[in-house]
């Protein structure tokens, strides 16, 4: 197998910070997570289901939302090192 190629994030991307869990599940195939909003204070973001497909993000992860509103979510700290707060 060859060696990937190299990239570098160069994206705008909405994010907040994990606060303790307190998942709210809607009843409509979505749950409502709360993050940190720009000034710290909590902010409910709605996603879908298959959100947690890959495990359950904790206080340390992010909540990234991309400009075609896909959302995911990312460890801190390889968050926090390749994203520069604007």
Not at 20 to 43: F, K, M, R, W, Y
Request: hydrophobic share 35%.
């Amino acid at each position: 197998m060859g060696e990937l190629a190299q990239w570098q994030s160069h994206k705008i991307v909405r994010a907040g910070k994990v606060l303790p869990q307190q998942i709210e599940d809607t009843g409509h195939c979505t749950s409502i997570l709360t993050v940190e909003d720009a000034n710290g204070a909590p902010c409910k973001v709605e996603v879908s289901s298959d959100f947690f497909a890959r495990g359950m993000p904790t206080s340390d992860y992010y909540v990234v939302i991309y400009d075609d509103g896909y959302k995911s979510w990312s460890p801190a700290r390889a968050f926090e090192e390749g994203y520069l707060r604007l």
